[in-house]
C-alpha cells in the first residue's frame, strides 16, 4: 500500500488527519524494516569485520512499532491495515 492509501483508510476509520499521517509514516517504516528482516534475516554480516551482528533494521522495526503502540493508546484505529 502506498502512504496515500493508507491515510485514505485510516480516514474511512475517522482519525484525525495529523495522526493518520504519522500513523502511515510509522507503519511504511515498520513494513519496510520487516520486509529487511525477511529477506535478510535476524543476523547479518557486518559489512566492514564479516562478523555475525544483530540485523540493524530490528532496531527500525522495534521503534517504529512503539511508535504505531502509541498512536493507538492515543486513539488512532488501524484495524483495516493489520
Known amino acids: 500500500m502506498t502512504r496515500e492509501e493508507i491515510v485514505k483508510s485510516l480516514l474511512k476509520e475517522k482519525n484525525r488527519p495529523e495522526k493518520a499521517g504519522l500513523y502511515a509514516d510509522s507503519f511504511i517504516?515498520?513494513?519496510a524494516a520487516q520486509d529487511n528482516i525477511d529477506k535478510n534475516g535476524?543476523?547479518?554480516?557486518?559489512p566492514r569485520s564479516g562478523a555475525a551482528v544483530p540485523n540493524p533494521f530490528l532496531t527500525v522495526r522495534d521503534k517504529a512499532f512503539a511508535r504505531l503502540?502509541?498512536?493507538h493508546?492515543?486513539?488512532?484505529k488501524a484495524s483495516v491495515l493489520w
Open 29 to 31: 517504516e515498520y513494513r
Open 42 to 46: 535476524s543476523i547479518v554480516a557486518d
Open 69 to 71: 503502540e502509541s498512536l
Open 73 to 76: 493508546k492515543a486513539g488512532v
